[in-house]
């Protein structure tokens, strides 16, 4: 499975986004995907997942309220839209295919990952 993120960019403060990541073939629709992101000089952490069907969705806490994951399995695409963007959100953001069929938050439960799409903040 190849997954390819887009959607980044450069917007200000209360600004949003919203992150698409295309999956090459069907087999990530059965899938639980991911949203993790990383900024410079911290590790890669968990932003948002979504289980295979989309019935269930999981944020972390500095994201709840104010992303939203979804997905729609006949393009074999999931969206993040980021909404009220503060500097903090600045990274470069991940979107994985995960071993399972649920919404997971570990690294480690998903084994496909995209390129990556830069999301900066400005104050």
């Known amino acids: 499975v190849q997954l390819q993120a887009s959607g980044g960019g450069l917007v200000q403060a209360g600004g949003s986004l919203r992150l698409s990541c295309a999956a090459s073939?069907?087999?990530?629709?059965?899938?639980?995907m991911g949203w993790f992101r990383q900024a410079p000089g911290k590790e890669r952490e968990f932003v948002s997942a979504?289980?295979?069907?989309?019935?269930?969705?999981y944020y972390a806490d500095s994201v709840s309220g104010r992303f939203t994951i979804s997905r729609d399995r006949a393009k074999n695409t999931v969206y993040l839209r980021m909404n009220s963007l503060k500097p903090e959100d600045t990274a470069v953001y991940y979107c994985?295919?995960?071993?399972?069929?649920?919404?997971?938050?570990?690294?480690?439960?998903?084994?496909?990952w995209g390129q990556g799409t830069l999301v900066t903040v400005s104050s």
């Open positions: 994985a295919a995960g071993r399972y069929s649920s919404a997971r938050s570990e690294l480690s439960d998903y084994q496909y």
């Open positions: 073939r069907r087999t990530s629709s059965n899938n639980g």
């Open positions: 979504i289980s295979w069907n989309g019935g269930s969705t």
